[in-house]
């Protein structure tokens, strides 16, 4: 009996020094295991190659957007996490329909492009439309004409991303505009509908869509964004044949919001249960897409992060949630009941990342919150030195986190090689073998490393 009792003794005292045992080692020492960990995993990379095979086309209000909700919930339940639910969101309910249809027409010729509607907007007539175009480099070319050159024709914004940026993020919040607001603009000139060349810094024949805006009390025109290389073929054309005319039909349609989900798990903190350190990404992608990089990867790597964590046997004192938001592309509806419930429950959220620019290889984090706190998580950059990682500076959070500054909570977003990112943005062509699983599984290591910096040392 007392050997019994010797041996029981044992095991729970060889069970407390393994629960302990990441405790006792260094902050060196943690991060090295959550990068090593990281890399020798496939999990992440498989679990993106189901969501994009078996879950493409995943809007928020379609289908697939739901069943990649519960999908997700299902694989957060496996990892036996302390709380995983589905959260219900209000999403605008906007369809696609049939595919659309783009033509450039001159004399008896044909010449057929790839196109497609924007999100938010409205159909052409069923019998399509057809008019003269007029071409202008973005939203600032239009306003050089007067009306009467614009009235009864299609307008062509065909504003090229700035090939010479280092960063293509700051071409693409140079050109978005055409996008997001040229409809609107447009029908103010007159113009019967728009042709929007694609945001990409490739010249191929895969159309990027995107959300146009809405405003309040006026409308647009029907609009398509063209293939970049079928842009450069409509330029090119109407330079010598400005007589020609361009024939798009659409069919989408703007029904009621409906509801979706946003899909959570945590690890509960051991000291601090109410308080909250969340990552995230949005788990919807456009129609015309399979959404590796935009933004499967990011949930992903999100739900890794948690993997990481309990694999090394990491306790944290803060409860730590990973968050694959619903409705990034259309209305953000996701985000906004996140940050509802938070407020409901009371939770405090004292900070909040997310990975939403792509699974390239990652080099640190935009910040945004007061200066204190930004020279707070900036402290922790040594001990990223030896990965590479060097950006800890001023800059965006993320779409879907962003509600969340209302409550105070700072926002980093996970920065990576942008080099390539609007190839695959939008479009068909953000396949999963477009995903290296190194880069992104070290995108995945670089979040879990900053929140168990943060979860022990806080913020304050």
Not at 32 to 61: M, V
Not at 149 to 170: A, C, L, T, W
Not at 384 to 408: A, H, M
Request: net charge negative.
């Amino acid at each position: 009996m007392k050997k019994i009792v010797i041996l029981f003794i044992w095991i729970i005292a060889l069970l407390s020094c393994n629960e302990n045992k990441i405790e006792k080692h260094s902050d060196e020492e943690v991060l090295k295991q959550i990068f090593e960990e990281a890399n020798s995993s496939i999990i992440a990379h498989q679990n993106l190659k189901y969501l994009t095979e078996k879950f493409p086309k995943r809007l928020a209000c379609y289908p697939q957007g739901i069943e990649a909700a519960k999908w997700t919930k299902e694989i957060m339940e496996q990892m036996n996490l302390d709380n995983v639910f589905l959260q219900e969101a209000r999403v605008m309910n906007w369809k696609r329909g049939d595919q659309e249809i783009g033509i450039i027409k001159l004399n008896d010729k044909e010449i057929n492009v790839n196109v497609c509607a924007l999100g938010r907007g409205i159909a052409t007539s069923e019998d399509g439309l057809e008019a003269e175009v007029i071409e202008v480099e973005g939203l600032e070319g239009l306003e050089l004409l007067t009306k009467d050159q614009v009235n009864g024709k299609i307008v062509f914004f065909n504003k090229i991303m700035n090939p010479n940026y280092k960063n293509p993020f700051r071409a693409y919040n140079e050109t978005a505009g055409q996008r997001f607001s040229g409809p609107k603009l447009a029908a103010e000139y007159g113009a019967l509908g728009t042709v929007i060349r694609s945001l990409s810094t490739a010249v191929d024949e895969f159309p990027h869509t995107g959300t146009m805006g809405i405003f309040k009390g006026s409308e647009a025109v029907p609009a398509v964004c063209i293939a970049t290389k079928h842009a450069e073929l409509l330029s090119n054309m109407l330079k010598q044949n400005s007589d020609l005319t361009f024939y798009f039909k659409t069919n989408c349609e703007n029904k009621p919001d409906t509801i979706s989900y946003n899909a959570i798990g945590e690890i509960t903190g051991s000291e601090f249960p109410n308080e909250y350190i969340t990552v995230g990404g949005h788990l919807d992608s456009w129609d015309n897409s399979p959404g590796a990089h935009d933004d499967g990867g990011g949930c992903m790597q999100s739900i890794e992060v948690l993997r990481i964590l309990k694999k090394i046997g990491y306790k944290p004192k803060h409860s730590i949630r990973a968050v694959m938001f619903m409705d990034e592309e259309i209305s953000q509806g996701g985000g906004k009941a996140y940050l509802e419930q938070a407020i409901k429950k009371g939770e405090k959220h004292i900070l909040a990342i997310e990975s939403d620019r792509g699974v390239t290889a990652p080099s640190g984090f935009t910040i945004d919150a007061d200066s204190l706190t930004i020279g707070k998580i900036a402290s922790f950059k040594a001990f990223f030195k030896d990965y590479g990682i060097t950006v800890f500076e001023k800059g965006y959070g993320g779409v879907d986190i962003g509600p969340l500054k209302e409550i105070g909570t700072p926002l980093c977003g996970l920065v990576t090689d942008p080099t390539h990112y609007f190839e695959w943005h939008h479009c068909a062509n953000d396949t999963f073998d477009q995903v290296n699983r190194e880069e992104m599984q070290k995108g995945a290591a670089t979040m879990a490393a900053l929140i168990y910096l943060i979860d022990k040392y806080g913020l304050e």
